[in-house]
């Protein structure tokens, strides 16, 4: 099939462009013409054929859609960017996604929509008994998550064949990444890690499986991969050779817009979960080589300055020793 991706150079784009071509689909993505964007392009292997145009140009959205069988949205102006320029994210997210279904809608046959969506449209639900089910409401509680439930509505009243995807924590496998906010997530916090790969997994299968059209999907790690915070944090920590991070160091009350989620339907449809977090942990730990044994050496200094980061580890550092 002829399958395009928007947003296909960032981490999930970039493992479904894999995927697509792997199972010998023909791919296309579609993304800003930027330098990093062009760079991640060329270190491209497999077979994929680069579009260059903005989401929110018509003139742009109209030839990479025409021919296309299937379209993966992806292209979304993700958090901390969609707080901190809520109009330049809602013209990306909001406005882009209704002019890609206005252009898919002229092409004859009209391709079909996988629209990528987030658990995290579920709000704040820790009070709640998990897992989370595609029948419970949604309560977004910031514009990024607004905007996935306005799209969501925008992709089910388009008259297009779709199926909506909302993603688990789905991590880079990759090494760097640290920031502040990782601190400001209450360690007893339900979350679910889901694999890059294993969405790509899911997203490539739903392309032909006849039995996806149509729904709500959930897309998570499984049983395998529900954690809590201070453990998902922790378990990297120690891949890392720097040792866990003590409670003290995250907030004790804050919205966390994740939890458990019944994945059996979309496992059952689409059988993409084939890695777990303790498998992402020591893909981590291996990518570390031979630095992994030099860490511990300077684990004390990184731990410090870890914990220096953190906004409560300090207030609470603070407050004993006055």
């Known amino acids: 099939m002829n399958v395009l991706v928007t947003g296909g150079l960032g981490n999930v784009g970039r493992n479904c462009l894999a995927e697509l071509c792997r199972q010998k689909h023909q791919v296309t993505s579609f993304d800003l013409s930027t330098a990093p964007n062009r760079r991640a392009a060329e270190r491209i292997s497999f077979g994929l054929r680069p579009v260059w145009g903005d989401i929110r140009s018509p003139e742009d959205v109209a ?15 993700l958090p901390p960017a969609s707080e901190d320029r809520p109009e330049l994210a809602r013209d990306i997210n909001v406005n882009g996604t ?77 090494l760097g990444g640290f920031s502040p906010k990782m601190f400001d997530i209450p360690p007893n916090t339900r979350i679910e890690f889901v694999h890059p790969r294993d969405v790509a997994l899911a997203v490539a299968n739903a ?8 729904k709500v999907l959930l897309i998570g790690g499984g049983s395998g991969s529900q954690l809590y915070y201070r453990d998902f944090v922790g378990r990297m920590t120690e891949a890392m050779g ?28 689409l059988r993409y979960q084939q890695s777990s977090f ?16 030099l860490i511990p050496l300077m684990a004390p200094l990184i731990r410090r300055w870890m914990l220096n980061q953190s906004p409560h580890y300090r207030v609470r550092t603070r407050r004993e020793t006055t």
């Not at 996988?114 to 910031?142: H, N, W, Y």
């Not at 392309?207 to 149509?214: H, I, K, L, Q, Y």
């Not at 303790?278 to 044994?293: I, S």
């Open 63 to 77: 030839p990479a859609v025409a021919g296309q069988d299937v379209v993966v949205h992806l292209a979304f102006v």
């Open 242 to 269: 720097v040792g866990r991070l003590p409670d003290e160091a995250f907030a004790d009350c804050a919205s966390a817009y994740c939890d458990w989620l019944d994945t059996a339907e979309s496992q059952q449809l």
């Open 207 to 214: 392309v032909t499986s006849p039995e996806a059209w149509g």
């Open 278 to 293: 303790g498998d992402f942990v020591l893909e981590v730990a291996r990518m570390l080589g031979f630095k992994r044994r």
């Open 98 to 174: 209704t002019n890609l279904l206005q252009a898919m809608k002229v092409v004859q046959p009209p391709p079909r929509i996988i629209f990528i969506s987030s658990f995290s449209v579920f709000g704040d639900c820790q009070l709640k008994p998990p897992p989370r089910t595609v029948a419970d409401p949604v309560e977004p509680m910031d514009n990024y998550n607004r905007h996935k439930v306005e799209c969501e509505a925008l992709v089910r009243q388009s008259g297009l064949e779709w199926v909506i995807l909302r993603l688990a924590v789905v991590p880079p496998l990759t």
